[in-house]
Structure formats: structure tokens, C-alpha cells
């Protein structure tokens, strides 16, 4: 039996729907894009000089030369849409520095980082599943909450100092660097777990508070529902809901942290190689790692509107199209 | 194990009220420590004494000595100074270009609205500490770019709230009486709509104060920010890192302090936003 108005399914609204979150996409890759040349345009400096770095001597004619090469002298304009035209197929420029393509910078980077963050998200979630687990009553909450408070306030490169000066100093229970070991990557991904873990249970924790006040736990409960199944087949369905919009802010948290936590651990990565640029002023590399944050980003945002869509079906009837 | 049956409702006023006098409490004993350095300690942040390098602490060197015989502790109360100046200022320079930038998209023609919502949309595809990297690979290093990277990395936040907020006053009952009343539209938005959007914004902003000095410290740790042998928190914390073996205090009291400040800026900051809301309710 059904209250209310009927929520009747509008034939192809998820279709229209997806193609415009699509569009959107598109546009913010292009937004992302073009404010990334105005930076490496408008950015003082000769970026021949960084190539050949400060002490060069090298007469005006040879740079004036790799200025030709590189197509530094030609209008603003005419490089945009080179520009574009280049990234359109894939091709994100050349490294200043590295004498190397930035996509090969990267693609020699990822899997260090990406084993990394993988890790770490495993952490985050189990951290948070036990934190949810944990608060149940007055006091223990409030001892949870707090761990939660200093979890997510503490910055994750003092965090990453305390565990080495604990864990591989005073206990040796850690080798100190030994890149590819599955046993060095243990307390980077913790550090950078620890401040996701901690939202995470945050906003869970709030999502099931606000499930259990609705109307239908208390009909649920009427019905004879006991504790683990109102949590499993109701509230918690409701509270994920609304903890999977965090996605976003979880990838943002990710990359930046990646570039504090690989430098406390020297660790390689895009984190150290996005650091290194900046400090070389290795513009196309930074924008190249931006670039991928950004397309990244907006492809999990689109893939969460989507689960979240699936996750709630009142999103999908046309009646409610946003 | 027990079901609470729809009374969870939290109850704000007076739940958070210690740890907003703790928080705020310890906020002060910041303040203090920048205006006055002084009277914390008398020992010198910055000239070095190697006879009396890397002291575990003691009474006489709280949080121990650094490599060159600094006194730890001096360096962090001298520290507060330059992190909450950065501090401060990023947020308040992000908070007041949000509110012109999110006021203007709220109260403009659509075309400009939407035009204005979408530059917030790509800045916030940037995660907010990459934004602030790509700022200082453009401006170069030091203090003035660090102001200016980390208010810009979170202009976006403020703009977005300070536009919804915006709508909301605008199309309320009494704005709309004071315009029909002939009131003019501007004198409307200073009066009604612009006060209602900084309370909300203020208490963002206190806990955005203490994600700022953070961010401030990581990038001061990662080298961009603060230069030797300026007494910075995260500095302090970059050059600690080497002696982690043989000198834990030199890295581990700076970052506790900065801690301890995001954890009082967030305490304070969700209990007025506790307060606001009751009011509101």
C-alpha cells in the first residue's frame, strides 16, 4: 500500500539525467583546463630559463632557439588551442626538467601512490565500521567522538612523525624505509587513514542518529525488529546514503595528503614528484597531476551520483529530479 | 543492547559549553603568546647554543633543545605569532571574498548567477591543498603567496554558502514585505540579507581558522611556506624530522600545539554553530 502522491517513473529522465551530469563533466575538465594555461601563461619568468636551470650560460640565440621549439613564441591564442587540441587526445606535454613526457611522469608515479591510498581507504573504513561499532551508548559516544575529533584535527605529517618515533624508533616494529614491502607501506596508509576515518564515522554516526529518529525504525521496531537487524536492513542503508556524498571531499583529502604523507615517509609517488615540480617550477608536470585531480574528482562525483541514485529510489522518479 | 526510540535529538546549548570555554581558553593563552612572547619564556627562539644541543625536556627546557641548543618551547610560544597571523588573515581574506563574490552571484540575473556558480564548481574540483600548491608554484614560495594560496584554496566553500544563504533571505517573507514597501534594494541587502549571511559564514570561519594555520604548517613543513630559521610551527616540525631517533620532542611538541589549536578552533566553532541553530529553531 502506497500514501501520498504516486511517484510514477518518467520514461528517460535517467538517460537525460546522466547525459547532462556528462555535459557538466566536460565542462569542468575544460574550466580545469583553461585556468591551468592562463597559470602557465601568465606565471613571470621565462620558462626557458627553469628548463635549462640558473647557472646555464647560454647565448640568447640558443634559447631563442628552444623557444622556437617549444613553440613559445607563438600567440596566446594559437597555443590555447594547441593546447586543448593536445589534451584532447591524451597528450599532457612535455616535463620542463625530467626530459620526459608527463604522462610517462605520472604513469611511472601512480602505482606508488595508488597502493598507497588504496590502503588507506581500506583503513579508513574498517577504522570507521569499528568507531560506528564501538558508540553505542552515552559515554562510550562520547569517548569515540572525541577520538574521532583528534583523529580528524591532528595534521596527517605530525601524525606520520609521531608513529615513526613510536612505532619504528622506540618499538622497531616497522622497518624504517623499504620501499615495495607491503610491511613499509603499514604506517603511511594509517596516517593518511587516520583524519578520513575519522569523518567518515562522523557523518555515519549522524546519518544513523537521524535514521533511528524516523518514523519508519519506529514502525520497524513495532514490527518485533530487534538491534543488528534495523541496523543492517534499514538505518544503516539510510546513513550510507548520505556518507557516500563524502567522496569527494575523501579524494581531495587523499591527494593532498598523499604529497605530506610520502614526503614524511620519503616514500616515492605523484606526491613527491608534484612537490619537486612546484619547487622546480615544473609548471606542465604540476598541471598534468592537477589535471588528473580534477578529472579524478569529478569522475567519482559523478559515479557517487549515480550509486546514490541507486541507493535512494526516491531520486529517481521524475518527481523528484533535481 | 538498548534502542532509543526517537528521542535522540541533541540538546547544543549547554552539551558543548566546557569545551568551548577550554577551547576558548586555550585560544587566548594563544593571542597572549603572540602579543607577549615574552612572558612565556626568556629564552631566545633564534640564537643558537650548541653545548646545549638536542636536551630531552626538563624543567628548564620544557619541550627539550633542538639540534643547535634552541629552547623548543621558546621557538613554539614565538611560533604562535607568524601561524596566527597567517592564519587570521587567510581567513579572513577568504571569508570577505566569499561573501562579495557568493552575495553578488546570489542577488545578480541568472546569466551572471550561473556563470559565477560554475567557476566555484571547477575551483572545487581541486582539492582544496592541491589548489593551494598550484597557487604557490605560480607565486613561488614565502609568506605573502601562503596567505594568498590557502584564503584562495577556500574562497569556493565560503562563496557557496554565502550564495545559498543569500537566496534564502532574499525570497523570505520580510525581504519581500521591505521591498513591496518600497525599500531600496540595496539598502535591503545591507540590511537584511548581508547579516544573515556572515553569522553563518563567522562560524565557518572559526573552523576554517584552525584548518588554515594546519595547512599553514604543512606547507611550511613541505618547505614552501616559512624559511629557516624563522620560529614557524611546521618548520620546527620539518627540522625535527632528522632526529626522531635520538630527539622525539623537537618534532612531536610543535605538532601537538597545532593540534590542539584546530581541535579548540572546531570545538568553538560547532558550538556556535549548536547555538545558532537552536536560535533558529
Do not use: C
Amino acid at each position: 500500500m502506497r500514501l501520498g502522491p504516486s511517484k510514477r517513473r518518467v520514461p528517460g529522465a535517467s538517460a537525460r539525467w546522466l547525459l547532462g551530469r556528462l555535459g557538466g563533466l566536460l565542462l569542468v575538465v575544460w574550466g580545469a583546463a583553461t585556468a591551468g594555461f592562463l597559470a602557465l601563461t601568465l606565471i613571470p619568468g621565462d620558462p626557458v630559463d627553469v628548463m635549462l636551470g640558473v647557472q646555464a650560460q647560454v647565448s640568447e640565440q640558443v634559447k631563442a632557439q628552444i623557444r622556437a621549439d617549444w613553440g613559445l613564441d607563438d600567440p596566446p591564442l594559437a597555443r590555447y588551442l594547441q593546447y586543448l587540441g593536445r589534451l584532447a587526445t591524451g597528450d599532457l606535454g612535455e616535463s620542463y626538467q625530467l626530459r620526459q613526457s608527463v604522462s610517462s611522469v605520472i604513469g611511472e608515479q601512480l602505482p606508488a601512490t595508488l597502493q598507497l591510498t588504496l590502503l588507506a581507504v581500506a583503513f579508513a573504513l574498517s577504522l570507521a565500521a569499528i568507531a560506528t561499532l564501538a558508540a553505542r551508548g552515552r559515554r562510550s559516544t562520547r569517548i569515540v567522538s572525541l577520538v574521532e575529533l583528534t583523529a580528524v584535527s591532528s595534521p596527517t605529517f605530525w601524525t606520520g612523525l609521531v608513529l615513526i618515533a613510536v612505532f619504528v624508533f622506540q618499538l622497531g616494529w616497522f622497518p624504517i624505509a623499504e620501499t615495495g614491502s607491503l610491511r613499509a607501506l603499514v604506517l603511511p596508509a594509517l596516517t593518511l587513514a587516520l583524519p578520513v576515518a575519522g569523518i567518515i564515522s562522523q557523518v555515519l554516526r549522524q546519518g544513523l542518529d537521524a535514521a533511528s529518529a524516523q518514523p519508519f525504525a519506529t514502525t520497524a521496531i513495532a514490527r518485533g525488529l530487534g538491534g543488528r537487524r534495523l541496523l543492517m536492513r534499514h538505518t544503516l542503508r539510510h546513513a550510507a546514503a548520505d556518507s557516500v556524498t563524502l567522496v569527494g571531499y575523501l579524494v581531495g583529502t587523499l591527494i593532498g595528503g598523499a604529497v605530506l604523507v610520502e614526503t614524511v615517509f620519503a616514500r616515492p609517488g605523484l606526491g613527491r614528484v608534484t612537490l619537486r615540480a612546484i619547487i622546480d617550477r615544473d609548471l606542465p608536470v604540476v598541471l598534468g597531476i592537477i589535471l588528473l585531480a580534477a578529472v579524478t574528482f569529478a569522475l567519482l562525483n559523478l559515479a557517487v551520483d549515480v550509486l546514490y541514485r541507486w541507493i535512494d529510489p526516491r531520486l529517481r522518479t521524475g518527481s523528484a529530479a533535481t | 543492547m538498548t534502542v532509543t526510540l526517537g528521542r535522540t535529538r541533541l540538546r547544543p546549548p549547554r552539551a558543548g559549553l566546557a569545551g568551548a570555554i577550554a577551547a576558548s581558553a586555550f585560544l587566548l593563552v594563544l593571542v597572549v603568546a603572540a602579543a607577549a612572547p615574552a612572558l612565556f619564556t626568556s629564552a631566545d627562539p633564534i640564537q643558537t647554543q650548541v653545548l646545549q644541543a638536542l636536551r630531552a625536556p626538563s624543567i628548564e627546557h620544557p619541550f627539550g633543545t633542538d639540534q643547535t641548543g634552541r629552547d623548543v618551547f621558546a621557538r613554539v610560544v614565538y611560533g604562535a605569532r607568524y601561524s596566527l597571523a597567517i592564519g587570521v588573515l587567510a581567513t579572513t581574506i577568504a571569508m570577505t571574498a566569499g561573501l562579495l563574490v557568493g552575495t553578488l552571484a546570489g542577488l545578480a540575473p541568472r546569466l551572471v548567477d550561473s556563470a559565477i556558480s560554475r567557476v566555484i564548481e571547477v575551483l572545487m574540483s581541486f582539492p582544496e591543498f592541491l589548489l593551494a600548491l598550484l597557487v604557490i608554484a605560480i607565486l613561488g614560495p614565502g609568506p605573502v603567496s601562503l596567505v594568498i594560496a590557502i584564503s584562495l584554496a577556500s574562497v569556493p566553500v565560503y562563496a557557496r554558502v554565502a550564495r545559498v544563504q543569500t537566496f534564502t533571505v532574499r525570497s523570505s517573507g520580510y525581504v519581500r514585505a521591505a521591498v513591496i514597501l518600497g525599500v531600496p534594494k540595496w539598502r535591503s541587502v545591507l540590511r537584511h540579507v548581508v547579516p544573515n549571511t556572515v553569522g553563518p559564514l563567522l562560524v565557518m570561519a572559526t573552523i576554517g581558522f584552525g584548518t588554515a594555520i594546519a595547512s599553514a604548517a604543512g606547507l611550511s613543513f613541505l618547505g614552501l611556506g616559512a624559511q629557516p630559521p624563522t620560529p614557524e610551527w611546521g618548520l620546527i616540525l620539518s627540522e625535527g624530522r632528522n632526529f626522531l631517533g635520538t630527539a622525539w620532542w623537537i618534532a612531536v611538541f610543535p605538532g601537538l600545539v597545532v593540534t590542539v589549536t584546530v581541535i579548540s578552533a572546531s570545538v568553538l566553532g560547532r558550538y556556535l554553530r549548536a547555538r545558532g541553530e537552536g536560535r533558529a529553531a
